[in-house]
T-cell receptor, first 114, second 117 residues
Framework: NAGVTQTPKFQVLKTGQSMTLQCAQD?????MSWYRQDPGMGLRLIHY???????DQGEVPNGYNVSRSTTEDFPLRLLSAAPSQTSVYFC?????????????FGPGTRLTVL | AQKITQTQPGMFVQEKEAVTLDCTYD???????LFWYKQPSSGEMIFLIY??????QNATEGRYSLNFQKARKSANLVISASQLGDSAMYFC??????????????FGEGTQLTVNP
């Protein structure tokens, strides 16, 4: 099992550009989520999905879109990049929604917006 | 209100000694999970240990143990026999099942642990 994979690992964008961060998992997990980590801080939830075709907003959703057409994939789209979106982005997945379900993280994408 | 509080921005420990990283949490739920993750300088988030709110025994995973005191709402991580490779940022996190947030993880701000030779 590859676990949770993310591409790209690094990305530099200019203000106003759009791009998609890719996330895939091969563990047949229903729950997937995107977090961002700003310097010196913990992670904050952007969007999440409880299954294919179902997505919802997290704590900091503005400026981001998601879709979940398959169980395996959960891409994050930046609509019009802003310097405030410079961050490290983590995708995570878990089997379910229970408090006991461990979330496993991808390696992260380091995004810089100039 | 802060849901997860890690009061130690930085901690230092000598190699081979034990160290405790503090974590307190706030929730009104009866059912929740507490997690510790390690983030080395390479950046990935590595799951270390889990404690369920109904678990009566403290969780252990190798050199990691979780000192769970439910009444005090604390979930401290204990690392025994520290190794140089333990130098990293450590995050405490809580997972509640919330209808509005899809059972997200709420993270503390982290503790930077440095193991000295």
């Amino acid at each position: 099992n590859a676990g949770v994979t993310q591409t790209p690992k690094f990305q530099v964008l200019k203000t106003g550009q759009s791009m998609t961060l890719q996330c895939a998992q091969d563990m047949n997990h229903e729950y997937m989520s995107w977090y961002r980590q700003d310097p010196g801080m913990g992670l904050r939830l952007i969007h999440y999905s409880v299954g294919a075709g179902i997505t919802d907003q997290g704590e900091v959703p503005n400026g981001y879109n998601v879709s979940r057409s398959t169980t395996e994939d959960f891409p994050l789209r930046l609509l019009s990049a802003a310097p405030s979106q410079t961050s490290v982005y983590f995708c995570a997945s878990s089997f379910g929604l229970a408090g006991s379900d461990t979330q496993y993280f991808g390696p992260g994408t380091r995004l810089t917006v100039l | 209100a802060q849901k997860i509080t890690q009061t130690q921005p930085g901690m230092f420990v000598q190699e081979k000694e034990a160290v405790t990283l503090d974590c307190t949490y706030d929730t009104s739920d009866q059912s929740y999970g507490l997690f510790w993750y390690k983030q080395p300088s390479s950046g990935e988030m590595i799951f270390l240990i889990y404690q369920g709110s109904y678990d009566e025994q403290n969780a252990t995973e190798g050199r990691y143990s979780l000192n769970f005191q439910k009444a005090r709402k604390s979930a401290n991580l204990v690392i025994s026999a520290s190794q140089l490779g333990d130098s990293a940022m450590y995050f405490c996190a809580m997972r509640e099942r919330e209808e509005t947030s899809g059972s997200r993880l709420t993270f503390g701000e982290g503790t930077q642990l440095t193991v000295n030779p």
